[in-house]
């Protein structure tokens, strides 16, 4: 088991920029991001493996969220750009020791870490 750590998030208008980061205590296979809004389900937005699979995201931030890794500081980023009112939830990183069939990676209870979640609010 491995402690998350996230930080970045915030308030920003439409249109604008914010950084999540979530620190992760030891090694991990893979990191993914989810988000949950008020009254509505935990759901599923990138995920990042260090080696082997490509980036894979929600078709609702396909184009605009970018996630990354920075292996010196063990670190997996979500860069969000070009933000929507529809953005607004609390973002959480999760993450996997061991490699996670395709199909899983965009459910919840797969992820047995969990970061403590970031507010990010977006205003029309």
């Known amino acids: 088991q491995v402690q998350l750590t996230q930080s970045g998030g915030g308030s920003v208008q439409a249109g604008g920029s914010l950084r999540l980061s979530c620190r992760a205590s030891?090694?991990?296979?893979?990191t993914a991001w989810f988000r949950q809004a008020p009254g509505k389900e935990r759901e599923f937005v990138a995920h990042?493996?260090?080696?082997?699979?490509?980036?894979y995201y929600a078709d609702s931030v396909k184009g605009r969220f970018t996630v990354s890794g920075d292996n010196a500081q063990n670190t997996v980023f979500l860069q969000m750009d070009r933000l929507e009112p529809e953005d607004t939830a609390v973002y959480y990183c999760?993450?996997?020791?061991?490699?996670?069939?395709?199909?899983?990676?965009?459910?919840?209870?797969?992820?047995?870490?969990w970061g403590q979640g970031t507010q990010v609010t977006v205003s029309s």
């Open positions: 999760a993450a996997r020791q061991v490699r996670l069939v395709l199909s899983g990676i965009r459910s919840p209870e797969n992820y047995n870490d």
């Open positions: 990042f493996e260090w080696r082997g699979r490509p980036n």
């Open positions: 030891g090694r991990t296979f893979s």
